[in-house]
């Protein structure tokens, strides 16, 4: 009698909620014919039951918690310094520009004890970064921090391959690498746009990759020692929707639902980069120009805001209610809030890509700070505006960035090279790039097309399929142990 393989899944993040369960993915591994077990947070299993429950599937706790426990309670110093070197070790070859900012970042916030050793921290960089055997010594030497917390889970499915939404640049580590000690077939999946250039090196001796593009492939390779054979370039599953304009919700009732005037041009902005930097600034030059009649039709503002805006973090739910003074202060502006799936999947949610995809296409202008959504408006084919307006004060007390100095980090770089967009650093710049774009949305319609084709592989929505069939494949010729 034949046995039914079993693969595992860790989606411990909004988006691969979105990746796994609302794509092709997880239905076309089990129309393969295989198991389905995927992992996620512990406080929405019946939540996320109700909403994707079939046949074939089983959805079980990711225990985060606990994973999070072992990372603070055992050699919790050594093993901090370990995901800080992960992150930092990247190969030179790539561009490290953001990478850069996250050493002096955790340098500038760090406690003095380990400000005092950061010239020998310094010198270990450098070493990683040019020498190939320190950066594999340095994946090896992680395996040690192998937990017993899946134990049971392991033991009860006995899984042929183990996949997760990182290559263990998360807590997701602890079950990859409790995988590679059982010697199961891992693999991963590049989930954001930026992630092999930020996150760099992997958290657990992974067996396979699937990424979005040739460049993502390149970035792996040169930066991160990945084998060509063992990268596949399935696109990225999580814009299908968007490529099959399944999400949009009608321009009238959209409209309506923000109370937007259907007279005035829409104008949204995505409020990104909040980490390093507060967008009140650029939020206030977009509604001044409006307020004053500078462009030149009249419009009107949609902001939305980022999910960190919605943290215990002060500064940034401090921006949340300058945000809303704003909106307050000027009668065509409006905000739109991202709707949490909750728990530890906060509040990048699959429930919110209606209101994503509409926002983007409705827009008759979208703004904002060099996100990822640059190329989710450009699958929408709406004109692009990365504002990059310098605060006056930054964040007080807080490791802060201008924005103008951020152009050079590597996906903001391909969206400045591919002209698929425009780039405001002041008021004036702002003003013309809108009513350039206002005047004539198809502009850079071309440039647009070719940086989806590159960023995205595949824009016929087969993306999920594709990398379906992909990870069904590695797990039909998996070895069962």
Not at 21 to 26: F, S
Request: proline share 5%; hydrophobic share 40%.
């Amino acid at each position: 009698m034949k046995t039914t393989k079993t693969v595992l899944i860790s989606a411990d993040h909004g988006l691969a909620i979105v990746y796994f369960l609302q794509t092709d993915v997880v239905p076309t591994l089990i129309d393969a014919g295989l198991h389905v077990v995927l992992l996620t947070d512990d406080h929405l299993l019946e939540k996320i039951r109700r909403r994707f429950g079939r046949v074939g599937l089983t959805i079980e706790g990711l225990r985060l918690e606990q994973a999070r426990l072992y990372s603070q309670k055992y050699q919790a110093s050594v093993q901090w310094w370990l995901d800080f070197f992960r992150r930092a070790g990247a190969s030179s070859r790539i561009n490290l520009e953001a990478v850069d900012t996250h050493v002096r970042w955790v340098y500038a916030e760090a406690p003095p004890k380990r400000r005092v050793v950061f010239p020998m921290v310094r010198a270990l960089i450098f070493l990683l970064r040019h020498s190939r055997p320190a950066r594999q010594a340095l994946v090896k030497a992680q395996q040690r921090f192998t937990s017993n917390i899946y134990h049971d889970l392991f033991e009860k499915y006995q899984p042929v391959l183990v996949i997760s939404s990182t290559p263990g640049w998360r807590l997701d580590r602890y079950l990859l690498r409790e995988a590679v000690a059982r010697k199961i077939k891992t693999a991963a999946i590049v989930l954001g746009w930026d992630n092999p250039s930020s996150y760099t090196l992997p958290g657990a001796s992974i067996d396979h990759i699937s990424c979005w593009s040739e460049v993502q492939k390149q970035e792996l390779v040169e930066g991160s020692d990945w084998l060509e054979e063992r990268i596949h370039i399935g696109g990225i599953p999580s814009y299908d929707g968007y490529f099959r304009k399944q999400w949009l919700i009608p321009r009238e009732a959209y409209f309506r639902m923000h109370d937007l005037d259907p007279q005035r041009k829409l104008l949204g902005y995505a409020c990104s980069f909040v980490t390093y930097s507060p967008n009140i600034q650029n939020i206030e030059a977009i509604a001044r120009l409006i307020a004053t009649d500078q462009l030149a039709f009249p419009s009107q503002l949609l902001v939305r805001l980022h999910p960190n805006h919605f943290s215990p973090v002060k500064h940034w739910s401090k921006e949340r209610e300058q945000i809303y003074e704003l909106a307050n202060r000027y009668p065509h502006v409006k905000i739109v809030e991202p709707v949490p799936l909750g728990g530890e999947l906060g509040y990048y949610s699959g429930e919110d890509m209606p209101e994503k995809s509409s926002m983007m296409a409705h827009s008759d202008v979208f703004l904002t700070v060099y996100s990822t959504m640059v190329v989710e408006t450009s699958i929408h084919q709406t004109p692009i505006i990365s504002v990059t307006i310098d605060s006056p004060k930054g964040w007080p007390g807080k490791f802060s960035l201008p924005l103008s100095q951020i152009g050079n980090w590597p996906t903001h770089q391909r969206f400045r090279l591919s002209r698929a967009g425009r780039v405001a650093s002041n008021e004036v710049e702002l003003q013309q790039a809108i009513n350039d774009y206002l005047l004539n949305p198809e502009l850079d319609r071309s440039a647009q097309q070719q940086f989806v084709q590159r960023e995205c592989t595949y824009t016929d929505g087969s993306a999920g399929s594709r990398t379906g069939a992909f990870l069904a494949h590695l797990a039909h010729t998996a070895r069962v142990s």
